[in-house]
């Protein structure tokens, strides 16, 4: 078990953290990780104090962690975790306890609909189907008919999926097949072999981190030239690395962070972008990816929301945790490295178009894609 710990023993807001930085979820957990020495240690006048725990990219052992930082270490929010499969049960354990949560997991299942245990969950990440609409939008207008599925066999994938089979017809285009893999799989040929005989004109790939590259290398070197379309997921240093020739090409709706040297000048997404960087190369002595800017954006809105809930509360006590549900639920206009935020009582991830750009990934570089 990885533990971090920042602040003062005597920090007046606990904040408890589970994060997938080890196991198939590492090139998402692993910034999240990093990334809390880079996380403000005072906010509004009170001092903050992290404790964030690896839950290894397992359910079972993301809902340990969850219930040790509720229940034993009492925290007054739960952030967490990497991975949707490991988040949703998180919302159970967050709801029983009446401890609000981030998460930095994609799937929109974890906070929609909207009920009683959702109420106590956002989501820092745009929602699958958002990023699923803005990227199938693009592919209609490049006159694709045809599109095959590959993508992973959990949460995220099967968000994905649901998004393209409802939107593509109305698209006009026709949703080929449905290939599945685990994140873990060593190969993916069986799947790769079958979405080639169907001849589709494009390939639609839902997964995320380095378990994405293998569906696209397998393409590629089984000989399909057709274009391959990403999620958001993949934007990380390590996807490029390890993808190599095989996915520079693909092309995904993702966040403005990923691209926000193609931004003009002046533009609002740039100046939370550049605090990130900042403060995460302060602490770690490197660029940062997106992934750690999850969990940094979901502190911008706890300090978002931390002054009016002190007002209702104290740290620590039911009264202020429910505060912070509240003042999250409330949250207008916030720029975040994910995306312009506006949340509401029917919206715990509030976000809309605006918070989706196309990416290009071009020669090893993530760029804007210019129509």
């Known amino acids: ?64 962690n969850a219930r040790k930082l509720v229940l034993d270490e009492k925290v007054d929010i739960l952030i967490g975790s990497s991975l949707s499969p490991v988040s949703l049960p998180l919302v159970d354990i967050a709801a029983e306890n009446k401890t609000p ?3 930095l997991a994609a799937a929109a299942a974890i906070v929609a609909p909207m009920d009683e245990k959702r109420k106590w969950a956002f989501k820092v990440v745009p929602n699958d189907d958002l990023m699923a609409e803005a990227i199938l939008k693009y592919i209609g207008k490049t006159g694709v008919k045809t599109i095959a599925y590959i993508g992973v066999s ?17 698209l006009g285009i026709k949703l080929l ?9 060593a190969s993916v040929t069986g799947q790769v072999l079958k979405t080639i005989s169907l001849k589709p004109e494009a390939v639609f790939i839902a997964s995320a981190g380095t378990p994405a590259v293998l569906p696209q290398k397998a393409l590629r070197e089984r000989g399909y030239k057709g274009p391959i379309y990403q999620t958001h997921g993949i934007a990380t240093d ?21 691209i926000a040297d193609d931004l003009e000048a002046g533009n609002p997404f740039k100046k939370i972008t550049s605090e990130y960087i900042e403060a995460y190369k302060k602490s770690q002595n ?41 003042s999250l639920e409330l949250t207008k206009n916030v720029y975040l490295n994910n995306g312009l935020s506006n949340m509401s009582p029917a919206d715990h991830n509030g976000y809309d178009e605006r918070s989706a750009f196309l990416i290009k990934l071009d020669q090893g570089k993530f760029r804007l894609l210019k129509d």
């Open 1 to 64: 078990m990885s533990i971090a710990t920042v602040g003062g023993a005597y920090a007046d807001v606990k904040i408890g953290i589970t994060v997938s930085a080890s196991g198939p979820g590492a090139s998402l957990g692993q910034p999240q990780m990093k990334t809390v020495g880079a996380l403000p240690k005072e906010i509004a006048g009170e001092k903050i104090t992290y404790i964030a725990l690896d839950d290894e990219s397992d359910p079972t052992k993301g809902a340990q």
């Open 101 to 103: 949560l981030l998460t």
């Open 154 to 170: 959990d949460a995220y994938g099967e968000g994905y999926y649901k998004v393209l089979a409802d939107l593509a017809p109305k």
């Open 177 to 185: 097949g449905k290939e599945v893999y685990a994140r873990s799989d």
């Open 238 to 258: 390590d996807f490029v690395k390890l993808g190599g020739k095989d996915v520079d090409g693909a092309i995904f709706a993702g966040e403005a962070y990923t």
């Open 286 to 326: 490197q660029s940062p990816v997106i992934f750690g800017a999850h969990l940094y954006d979901s502190m911008q809105l706890v300090a978002n929301a931390l002054p009016s809930a002190l007002k209702a509360g104290k740290p620590g006590t039911p009264e202020f945790r429910s505060a912070i549900r509240d």
